[in-house]
């Protein structure tokens, strides 16, 4: 009980005791009053007489309420403290069942034997104490309430709290894991398309020009969607073009590529996820003019189909790093339900990528 009086006066110190307050408590217990007597007495509130009978009562049940109420509110105050709803649940319902059924037993008897001793009930030089605990039954079945109201209150508040701190670490994970992602894709890209360039300098002056002229104005779309999780279908497909025509001027005809896709709106993939694609179909694929490759963009309702004609090199100058698909299928995981499908044959790679929407 020390435990709780102290923690009394950090309740009150921890709360705003201003004017609208106060007045509020007030209204509150006392409608709880009227609302006791309401039923102890309907008949009553009918007459003059009646209504000034209630008084006393009405004074008694006021004070009761209001005890119990302030009661109630710092053992909660106290408890949420110091256990924990999501944590503990046993020893928090435990312990404030004992805690405030035993402030409510000790307040409603000195309440009780203060109303019965100033009210002449009992005498001043014999108070029978042990006959005033059954008058305390009436007030600890209305303690049980209260604490059954309370109780709720507040494991309700610590559930939503935590189910939102649970929704933000979720997010800010999902957000970091998301960009932690993203950021893999601008090295990688930029150092293949750097490495081709090297190459191609020291063959082809004009190709390497028209080369670069490519080359910025597909990073400027890097660029573009790096704060975005998704883009339309169209500038992807847009985008896939730009960097397929930047790789033909490399190959010239031992590339070919063929893109049938119908423009329709809310169809979203993640940015750069068919760039990735296309990447490692030319890095891990023989391209020459005795055995070109073939590349073709497809849409089949709500998919987009990227395959090649399957002729792996012998042996990978550049070891991979698995970025690419990997990389894809953990963009989806992080979006949706949805997730990328590989198939393989001796003729045909083909990656299936889910087309998203974006509810309005």
């Not at 997730?339 to 299936?352: H, Y």
Request: charged share 20%; net charge neutral.
């Amino acid at each position: 009980m020390l435990n709780l009086i102290k923690a009394g006066l950090s309740f009150k110190s921890n709360r705003v005791w201003s004017s609208t307050n106060i007045i509020r408590f007030v209204a509150v217990q006392a409608g709880i009053a009227c609302t006791i007597l309401l039923f102890v007495c309907p008949t009553c509130w009918l007459t003059w007489e009646g209504l000034k009978d209630l008084v006393p009562d009405f004074l008694l049940s006021f004070v009761f309420s209001s005890v119990m109420s302030f009661g109630g509110n710092l053992v909660v105050f106290y408890f949420d403290q110091r256990i924990s709803w999501v944590e503990q649940p046993i020893k928090r319902i435990v312990l404030t069942v004992l805690y405030y059924m035993t402030y409510a037993f000790v307040t409603s008897y000195i309440i009780i034997f203060c109303y019965t001793y100033l009210t002449g009930q009992i005498p001043a030089d014999d108070i029978p104490w042990a006959n005033l605990i059954p008058y305390t039954k009436l007030p600890m079945w209305a303690a049980l309430i209260f604490m059954s109201l309370f109780t709720t209150w507040s494991w309700l508040k610590e559930w939503r709290l935590a189910a939102l701190e649970t929704e933000k670490l979720k997010s800010e994970k999902l957000a970091a894991q998301y960009q932690g992602l993203k950021n893999q894709l601008n090295p990688h890209f930029l150092f293949n398309s750097l490495n081709a360039l090297s190459n191609l300098v020291y063959e082809d002056a004009d190709r390497s020009a028209a080369f670069i002229q490519k080359l910025s104005k597909i990073y400027r779309y890097v660029l573009e969607v790096q704060n975005e999780e998704l883009v339309t279908l169209k500038r992807e497909v847009d985008f896939a073009r730009n960097y397929l025509d930047l790789q033909k001027i490399r190959f010239e005809e031992s590339l070919q590529f063929s893109i049938a896709i119908q423009e329709e709106n809310n169809q979203w993939l993640p940015p750069l996820s068919l760039q990735l694609l296309l990447e490692n179909a030319i890095k891990h694929n023989v391209a020459s003019k005795a055995n070109p490759l073939m590349i073709q963009i497809t849409q089949k309702q709500n998919e987009v189909r990227i395959s090649n004609n399957f002729q792996p090199k012998s042996t990978i100058e550049e070891r991979s790093t698995g970025i690419g698909l990997k990389n894809i299928e953990q963009r989806y995981l992080v979006l949706s339900d949805q997730k990328p499908e590989v198939r393989a044959s001796k003729q045909e790679f083909l990656v299936i990528l889910p087309l998203l929407k974006i509810e309005s």
